[in-house]
């Protein structure tokens, strides 16, 4: 191979790689890092738990457990799909990949045995919702300041 060759192949080996470059760094920006790695169950400030098991969120995000011990209807509030915090609260908290909770959901939409949780874009909906509807609960990746809601439940995703 002569000296020009040699250029035009790694010329050709750099633009074959930039595809794959460019493929990965989109892939990157949109599987976003969790901040801190934490998970905190938050509540409304007048539920009547103080803190809470994974089973029982399993439940509730399952929409198998309605009420809290006092009767009050829970208003469960879910990250959008595609949220890298939605995803390791479903994989850690109840043993679900995305795809097997949209078939759940698929499953008991049709059969009319239930809708999934309302969903929301980011922690901060996520901490005004509950702070302002009673009953409700939900997840963020950093406990909220100033905010008026309970902790039920701090976890560590790593």
């Not at 509030?77 to 995305?98: C, H, K, M, N, W």
Request: glycine letters at 6%.
């Amino acid at each position: 191979m002569t000296l020009n060759h040699q250029h035009v192949h790694r010329a050709r080996l750099a633009l074959l790689s930039l595809p794959a470059l460019l493929a990965l760094l989109c892939f990157s920006a949109a599987q976003p890092a969790l901040a801190g790695n934490e998970l905190i169950v938050i509540a409304h400030k007048d539920v009547s738990l103080d803190k809470i098991s994974p089973e029982r969120m399993t439940q509730i995000y399952l929409r198998q457990q309605q009420s809290w011990p006092d009767g009050q209807a829970i208003q469960p509030i879910d990250l959008r799909e595609g949220s890298g915090l939605r995803r390791a609260f479903y994989d850690q908290v109840t043993g679900r990949s995305p795809g097997q909770l949209r078939a759940f959901w698929a499953r008991q939409s049709f059969t009319g045995m239930g809708l999934p949780p309302r969903q929301v874009d980011s922690d901060e909906e996520v901490t005004r919702l509950v702070q302002s509807t009673p009953g409700a609960i939900g997840y963020v990746s950093r406990k909220p300041s100033g905010a008026a809601v309970k902790v039920l439940l701090t976890a560590n995703l790593d």
